[in-house]
Antibody
Framework: EVQLVESGGGLVKPGGSLRLSCVASGFTFSSFSMNWVRQVPGKGLEWVSA????????YYADSMKGRVTISRDNAKNSLSLQMNSLRAEDTAVYYC??????????????WGQGTLVIVSS | EIVLTQSPGTLSVSPGERATLSCRASQSVSSSYLAWYQQKPGQAPRLLIY???DRASGIPDRFSGSGSGTDFTLTISRLEPEDFAVYYCQHYGSSPGTFGQGTKVEIK
């Protein structure tokens, strides 16, 4: 069974940093691209970032470019999102989602349960 | 960046009726790399359709996707009580993999 479990969310002050993690199981992690998608409570989905299976290519939404870094450790089946200079508008549930195989960003057939990030003083 | 515009914003439908949701792209979506997701309150999104018209594993055949280029449609042939939810389209052929703003399907 494919499982994606996020952690690392919480309350952080504006301008602060947070590192989100996602641990994967039930599939060959190193074979798939991975995504981060966020959702402000009560609002729509926003794609945040993606990384290819090898980690050789990374992609970011303009709204977070320069403030976030996506990375992965295929040996540990883990995905991370380092977020810096956080703003109130970054408050959202952050989902880890599996992408396509290899370099292919692909649709997301599997999602974690999400981790809530609250940016507030 | 490809902008996806979904319509209508809210669709009021009776159980057993047909629902037709639209997703229009600001430029052509390469290789029909377009997906549809269903999301219910408090849950993660669920993939319904990928590559514009292929049903994901375990998705009932009352869900169908069509379209190419810039115009895509999700059709739910006969709405079941569990189908009332919010639906999103997303393109994934290139970065950024933007989502539409969503269509809420509510009980009429």
């Amino acid at each position: 069974e494919v499982q994606l479990v996020e952690s690392g969310g919480g309350l952080v002050k504006p301008g602060g940093s947070l590192r989100l993690s996602c641990v994967a199981s039930g599939f060959t992690f190193s074979s798939f691209s991975m995504n981060w998608v966020r959702q402000v409570p009560g609002k729509g989905l926003e794609w945040v970032s993606a990384i290819t299976n090898s980690g050789s290519s990374v992609y970011y939404a303009d709204s977070m470019k320069g403030r976030v870094t996506i990375s992965r450790d295929n040996a540990k089946n883990s995905l991370s999102l380092q977020m810096n200079s956080l703003r109130a508008e970054d408050t959202a549930v952050y989902y880890c989602a599996r992408g396509g195989s290899g370099w292919y960003l692909g649709p997301s057939a599997y999602w974690g349960q999400g981790t809530l990030v609250i940016v507030s003083s | 960046e490809i902008v996806l515009t979904q319509s209508p914003g809210t669709l009021s439908v009776s159980p057993g009726e047909r629902a037709t949701l639209s997703c229009r792209a600001s430029q052509s979506v390469s290789s029909s790399y377009l997906a549809w997701y269903q999301q219910k309150p408090g849950q993660a999104p669920r993939l319904l359709i990928y590559d514009a018209h292929d049903r994901a594993s375990g998705i009932p055949d009352r869900f169908s996707g069509s379209g190419s280029g810039t115009d895509f449609t999700l059709t739910i042939s006969r709405l079941e009580p569990e189908d009332f939810a919010v639906y999103y389209c997303q393109h994934y052929g290139s970065s950024p993999g933007t989502f539409g703003q969503g269509t809420k399907v509510e009980i009429k």
